[in-house]
């Protein structure tokens, strides 16, 4: 099925990691043209940018106000404008922390890179939204912010709110200036990427997370990606927003295999 997305612009931050790339690719596949963001992964992003047709690269500290606004004015600038934007950028601290023991630095560290910067990614998409007319958000969340996730309270409870307060808000907000406009969101469970490869490569961790997947396998980053399409698309989910898609194999919080 035709998504029509060929010839939109799509932004996707945090391409140089394992979901964002993906995303990338998906969106040029449908024949997206691509603004790749990264912040630190100059060479991962290019060499993203390098499989993809005409695709432009980005650099932002998306927790910085003025570096999010040049993002936004360099991507209008290299495009025309911004027809689709994917939020995937943010940060998975890997070391558990029960709260008791977490300190402040850590947890204002995390909530301002994963809740504030999709906050500041979401406000500038929304403005390019208000002088287009038009325009479709996907942001992406986790499981972590569904079911929580003992160790990382700090990272739950930012992604928790990228995918209650900020979603249901946004998607409020966006039509009063862009009817038909739409702001959607994807939780991941486990998935296979840079981010979490080191923690995954421990099979005693796999199986314990697997044990609560009715489909027990951690994803991949293709898998995440396609379903951000899918809402990404008003030919797809044209009468679809506010919504949340769990993208993890039928998680639930709770033990699902004995062994």
């Given at each position: 099925?035709?998504?029509?997305?060929?010839?939109?612009?799509?932004?996707?931050?945090?391409?140089?990691?394992?979901?964002?790339?993906?995303?990338?690719?998906?969106?040029?596949?449908?024949?997206?043209?691509?603004?790749?963001?990264?912040?630190?992964?100059?060479?991962?992003?290019?060499?993203?940018?390098?499989?993809?047709?005409?695709?432009?690269?980005?650099?932002?500290?998306?927790?910085?106000?003025?570096?999010?606004?040049?993002?936004?004015?360099?991507?209008?600038?290299?495009?025309?404008?911004?027809?689709?934007?994917?939020?995937?950028?943010?940060?998975?601290?890997?070391?558990?922390?029960?709260?008791?023991?977490?300190s402040l630095d850590r947890w204002e560290?995390?909530?301002?890179?994963?809740?504030?910067?999709?906050?500041?990614?979401?406000?500038?998409?929304?403005?390019?939204?208000?002088?287009?007319?038009?325009?479709?958000?996907?942001?992406?969340?986790?499981?972590?912010?569904?079911?929580?996730?003992?160790?990382?309270?700090?990272?739950?409870?930012?992604?928790?709110?990228?995918?209650?307060?900020?979603?249901?808000?946004?998607?409020?907000?966006?039509?009063?200036?862009?009817?038909?406009?739409?702001?959607?969101?994807?939780?991941?469970?486990?998935?296979?990427?840079?981010?979490?490869?080191?923690?995954?490569?421990?099979?005693?961790?796999?199986?314990?997370?697997?044990?609560?997947?009715?489909?027990?396998?951690?994803?991949?980053?293709?898998?995440?990606?396609?379903?951000?399409?899918?809402?990404?698309?008003?030919?797809?989910?044209?009468?679809?927003?506010?919504?949340?898609?769990?993208?993890?194999?039928?998680?639930?919080?709770?033990?699902?295999?004995?062994?």
């Amino acid at each position: 099925m035709d998504a029509g997305l060929a010839g939109k612009r799509a932004l996707v931050t945090g391409a140089s990691g394992g979901i964002g790339a993906a995303c990338a690719r998906a969106f040029a596949a449908e024949g997206c043209r691509v603004a790749v963001h990264y912040h630190r992964g100059r060479e991962r992003a290019e060499a993203v940018a390098a499989e993809l047709d005409d695709a432009v690269i980005v650099q932002a500290d998306l927790t910085l106000e003025d570096d999010v606004e040049r993002l936004f004015t360099e991507v209008r600038d290299e495009l025309g404008g911004i027809d689709v934007c994917a939020a995937v950028a943010g940060v998975w601290p890997e070391e558990d922390v029960p709260a008791w023991e977490l300190s402040l630095d850590r947890w204002e560290t995390t909530v301002r890179s994963n809740l504030t910067a999709t906050f500041l990614t979401a406000r500038g998409f929304l403005r390019e939204v208000e002088r287009q007319g038009h325009g479709s958000l996907v942001l992406v969340g986790s499981t972590a912010g569904v079911f929580g996730e003992a160790g990382h309270s700090d990272y739950a409870a930012a992604k928790s709110a990228i995918v209650s307060g900020l979603l249901l808000s946004l998607k409020n907000e966006v039509v009063r200036v862009a009817p038909g406009a739409r702001v959607n969101a994807v939780c991941p469970g486990w998935t296979v990427s840079p981010m979490t490869r080191s923690t995954l490569e421990d099979p005693t961790v796999l199986d314990r997370a697997t044990r609560t997947m009715a489909l027990r396998k951690a994803a991949e980053p293709e898998d995440i990606a396609r379903q951000v399409v899918v809402l990404a698309s008003d030919e797809l989910a044209g009468h679809v927003t506010g919504q949340v898609v769990v993208v993890a194999g039928g998680m639930e919080g709770r033990l699902l295999h004995t062994s």
